[in-house]
């Protein structure tokens, strides 16, 4: 069981706005540690898709956008496309782990 | 442009151990540590540890402590993690990633080494 709850699936059609929350505690997310988000597309390995809670790196397209607000995170994909169909997972930290990484569970995300 | 490149596919026996390595280009080797994480057959990922590529200092996490060792060679720019005493349940992909300086992300990721365990 992950540190970081993630739903196990969503799904959109295309076009439409998905969201893929992460739901920490005052450990991790709320003690103030940053999130990150990843994409991994079948076969694959992680991509790196939103980093400080906020940030895309370049490339990565603005319908990707990340949030954060107290014990948990979002994140928000617009204009859902084909190639999106991924799994998705968020990182951050957690004091009781000595500041060690925790993942969540993964988000697989189907476009219908 | 940043490149990992690991090591390949490894089949290994109960109780037998593992190297896998990992080759990092197109960056400075020394100023960005390395960490590993492993991902079962249809399951997420799971934090290995990490390593300083300038120290050597580690960080493992507590399920592998005592199994695990990671080390780097600065000389080749590569980065190696050990796993030791290897049951079927470790059977999974491993990767290599680099951590970024400014946000403890993982920026760039290895494109993964399978390692199968089996009698």
Same mark, same amino acid.
């Given at each position: 069981?992950?540190?970081?709850?993630?739903?196990?699936?969503? &799904?959109?059609?295309?076009?439409? =706005?998905?969201?893929?929350?992460?739901?920490?505690?005052?450990?991790?997310? *709320?003690?103030?540690?940053?999130?990150?988000?990843?994409?991994?597309?079948?076969?694959?390995?992680? %991509?790196?898709?939103?980093?400080?809670?906020?940030?895309?790196?370049?490339?990565?397209?603005? =319908?990707? &956008?990340?949030? %954060? &607000?107290?014990?948990?995170?979002?994140?928000?994909?617009?204009?859902?496309?084909?190639?999106?169909?991924?799994?998705?997972?968020?990182?951050?930290?957690?004091?009781?782990?000595?500041?060690?990484?925790?993942? *969540? *569970?993964?988000? =697989?995300?189907?476009?219908? | 442009? +940043?490149? /990992?490149?690991? @090591?390949?596919?490894?089949?290994?026996?109960?109780?037998?151990?593992?190297? +896998?390595?990992?080759?990092?280009?197109?960056?400075?080797?020394? #100023?960005?540590?390395?960490?590993?994480?492993?991902?079962?057959?249809?399951?997420? /990922?799971?934090?290995?540890?990490?390593?300083?590529?300038?120290?050597? #200092?580690?960080? $493992?996490?507590?399920?592998?402590?005592?199994?695990?060792?990671?080390?780097?060679?600065?000389?080749?720019?590569?980065?190696?993690?050990? /796993?030791?005493? /290897?049951?079927?349940?470790?059977?999974? +992909?491993? $990767?290599?990633?680099?951590?970024?300086?400014?946000?403890?992300?993982?920026?760039?990721?290895?494109?993964?080494?399978? +390692? @199968?365990?089996?009698?």
């Amino acid at each position: 069981q992950s540190v970081l709850t993630q739903p196990p699936s969503v &799904s959109g059609a295309p076009g439409q =706005r998905v969201t893929i929350s992460c739901t920490g505690s005052s450990s991790n997310i *709320g003690a103030g540690y940053d999130v990150h988000w990843y994409q991994q597309l079948p076969g694959t390995a992680p %991509k790196l898709l939103i980093y400080g809670n906020t940030n895309r790196p370049s490339g990565v397209p603005d =319908r990707f &956008s990340g949030s %954060k &607000s107290a014990t948990s995170a979002s994140l928000a994909i617009t204009g859902l496309q084909a190639e999106d169909e991924a799994d998705y997972y968020c990182h951050s930290y957690d004091i009781s782990l000595s500041g060690s990484v925790i993942f *969540g *569970g993964g988000t =697989r995300l189907t476009v219908l | 442009q +940043v490149q /990992l490149v690991q @090591s390949g596919v490894e089949v290994k026996k109960p109780g037998a151990s593992v190297k +896998v390595s990992c080759k990092a280009s197109g960056y400075t080797f020394t #100023n960005y540590g390395i960490t590993w994480v492993r991902q079962a057959p249809g399951q997420g /990922l799971e934090w290995m540890g990490w390593i300083g590529a300038n120290n050597g #200092n580690t960080k $493992y996490a507590q399920k592998f402590q005592g199994r695990v060792t990671m080390t780097t060679d600065t000389s080749t720019t590569t980065a190696y993690m050990e /796993l030791r005493r /290897l049951r079927s349940d470790d059977t999974a +992909v491993f $990767y290599c990633a680099r951590r970024g300086d400014n946000w403890n992300d993982f920026d760039y990721w290895g494109q993964g080494t399978q +390692v @199968s365990v089996s009698s």
